[in-house]
């Protein structure tokens, strides 16, 4: 009997540190400003271009803003995508530095609440600070449009404190470590991986949602549709300058243009990018698997 209780009480504390361990919001350090020097809301600007941002995030009653609105359809019900004007109560004017970053690296909220990875939290989580808070700052600098967004329209199972365990499962903040051959490269993968999250569509995932590891690119369905793989096998055909023209206008190299939502990301992201960041990801791309 005696070591039933112990056993009962020895799994209640570890059931408690557990919880607490995947339920503490990261913490951030305090310091952490936005500014409004001209060099950096410039920076940020162009980041949240190679962010893809606008594509979600784009004002469906306010055009050509970042009031949001748009309802994002998902194998998990209807998310619609929030404000992130400066708007103190329909947006994110009353957020600070360290807010800001902790939603975009962390996927918290600002009082600690997990948001769902219909938001690509998990992609940028390997932003640089310095880039996350370069948009923020440009973020803060738009006029505030006031718009609440509708609410999301999902399963009643799905609940925010379930995420805790997606995020753990998807190892959120476990970046895959890797050595990359020159700078241009890392570069290309800094902006595939991260900031342009091309994975978030491109890499097939479990049953929870879970991007499968080990299929890095290698295609996903998506609803009724397909999403090609753009994976080293499938890449073996696309040369480096044919990938470059792709980023630009969407040409592939059997002469085709590509349709679908792919044409989202060249319009607001892959076609604005500066040429080293379009060759950066054309390098990426289309490195050649080293040893075979
Ligand atoms: C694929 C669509 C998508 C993209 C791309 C995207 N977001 Fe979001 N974002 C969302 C959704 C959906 C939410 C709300 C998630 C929730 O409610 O759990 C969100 C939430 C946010 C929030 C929290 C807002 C709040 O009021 O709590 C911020 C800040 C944000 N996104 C910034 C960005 C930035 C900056 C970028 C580009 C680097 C970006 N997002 C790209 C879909 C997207
Ligand atoms: C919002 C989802 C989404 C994101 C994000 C995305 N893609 Fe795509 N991509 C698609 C879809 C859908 C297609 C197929 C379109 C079609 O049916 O023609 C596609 C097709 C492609 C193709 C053509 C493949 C082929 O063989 O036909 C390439 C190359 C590609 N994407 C590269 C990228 C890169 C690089 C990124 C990141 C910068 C990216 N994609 C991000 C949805 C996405």
């Not at 973020?139 to 609940?159: K, Y």
């Not at 076609?271 to 289309?286: E, V």
Request: charge should be negative; proline fraction near 5%; hydrophobic fraction near 40%.
């Amino acid at each position: 009997m005696k070591s039933n209780k112990l056993i009962l009480l020895l799994v209640g504390v570890a059931a408690f540190v557990l919880a607490a361990m995947l339920f503490a919001p990261p913490s951030i350090q305090d310091e952490l400003e936005f500014s409004d020097d001209a060099g950096t809301l410039a920076r940020g600007e162009y980041l949240m271009t190679a962010g893809g941002c606008i594509s979600c995030h784009r004002g469906i009653e306010h055009e050509q803003t970042f009031s949001g609105g748009l309802g994002l359809e998902s194998n998990f019900g209807t998310f619609h995508v929030p404000n992130i004007t400066p708007d103190a109560d329909t947006g994110i004017g009353g957020w600070s530095a360290g807010e800001f970053l902790r939603a975009m690296k962390h996927g918290r909220g600002p009082s600690g609440g997990f948001y769902f990875p219909s938001f690509p939290y998990r992609s940028y989580a390997g932003l640089t600070d310095e880039d996350v808070l370069d948009m923020g700052s440009w973020l803060m600098s738009l006029e505030p449009v006031r718009h609440e967004s509708p609410a999301h329209e999902t399963p009643w199972w799905l609940i925010r404190p379930a995420v805790a365990g997606w995020n753990v499962l998807a190892g959120l903040n476990d970046p895959p470590a890797e050595e990359f051959e020159n700078e241009l490269v890392e570069r290309g993968a800094y902006l595939a991986r991260n900031l342009g999250h091309c994975g978030e569509c491109h890499t097939p995932r479990n049953s929870l949602g879970i991007p499968i590891g080990g299929r890095e690119f290698a295609g996903a369905e998506l609803g009724e549709d397909t999403i090609e793989a753009i994976d080293a096998v499938a890449m073996e055909e696309w040369t480096f300058d044919s990938f470059d023209l792709f980023l630009l206008i969407g040409l592939k190299p059997d002469g085709e243009f590509v349709g679908g939502d792919m044409n989202e990301v060249l319009e607001y992201n892959t076609s604005k990018l500066t040429d080293a960041d379009r060759d950066a990801l054309a390098a990426f791309f289309t490195r050649r698997r080293q040893e075979d």
